[in-house]
């Protein structure tokens, strides 16, 4: 499943969101987040996505194992 904040949302209306975003503020920033049942297409698609809006402020949330 793909989120947007914490709404559920297919990749074309997560796109849809981004380009209306895109057109408020040119530079926002998109934090990327999985959990341990995220699959990595998922990942892939919203990355290409991200690509393909030329948006690049993008960071990769991560958690720590360590402990």
Do not use: C, H, M
């Not at 989120?3 to 057109?23: H, K, W």
């Amino acid at each position: 499943k793909i989120f947007l904040d914490t709404v559920p949302v297919t990749l074309a209306e997560l796109e849809q969101r981004l380009v209306q975003q895109r057109a408020l503020t040119p530079d926002f920033p998109v934090v990327v987040r999985g959990d341990s049942q995220t699959q990595y297409q998922n990942v892939i698609d919203v990355l290409d996505l991200l690509g393909r809006l030329d948006i690049k402020q993008v960071g990769l949330a991560t958690k720590s194992l360590v402990k």
